[in-house]
């Protein structure tokens, strides 16, 4: 009996380190998305592999929302993400709940936090 659990074991492990690391899908991510009066669109490239960039709205048309790498950690993301509104950094989590929506939560390193999903423009 020892002898079969032991070799289940050695299965099951060897299975999973079979299996690939799981990765972001920024092509995913790539295209144009609104969020409120704003318009954001994500284009692979820039220094940490996606950038996106204000390209509609009321203020900082141009800015770069994205200023980190984006790091899986479980079933979501997180990464430096610039406020579009008012350009303050957010520590951010970001899941996709459908292939046409991102929603962001974050927290500034002074204690204001912000939500909000950004939904695919094209």
Same mark, same amino acid.
């Given at each position: 009996?020892?002898?079969?659990? @032991? ?6 492990? #060897? &299975?999973? =380190? ?10 995913? =991510? ?20 996606? #950038?996106?960039?204000? @390209? ?6 141009? =800015?770069?929302?994205?200023? #980190? ?9 997180? &990464? ?11 520590? @951010? ?15 500034? @390193?002074?204690?204001?936090?912000? #939500? ?7």
């Amino acid at each position: 009996m020892r002898k079969i659990v @032991t070799m289940a074991a050695a299965v099951a492990m #060897s &299975a999973v =380190m079979a299996m690939p690391a799981r990765a972001l899908d920024i092509e995913k =991510m790539v295209g144009t998305w609104q969020w409120k009066e704003f318009v954001v669109s994500c284009a692979k490239g820039g220094e940490f592999g996606l #950038s996106c960039k204000v @390209t509609r709205g009321p203020k900082n048309v141009g =800015m770069e929302m994205l200023l #980190s790498e984006i790091v899986e950690k479980g079933r979501e993301y997180v &990464a430096k993400v610039r406020h579009p509104a008012n350009g303050k950094v957010y520590t @951010t989590r970001l899941t996709m709940p459908r292939d046409d929506a991102w929603e962001l939560d974050g927290c500034t @390193t002074d204690g204001a936090c912000a #939500s909000g999903t950004f939904t695919r423009v094209k």
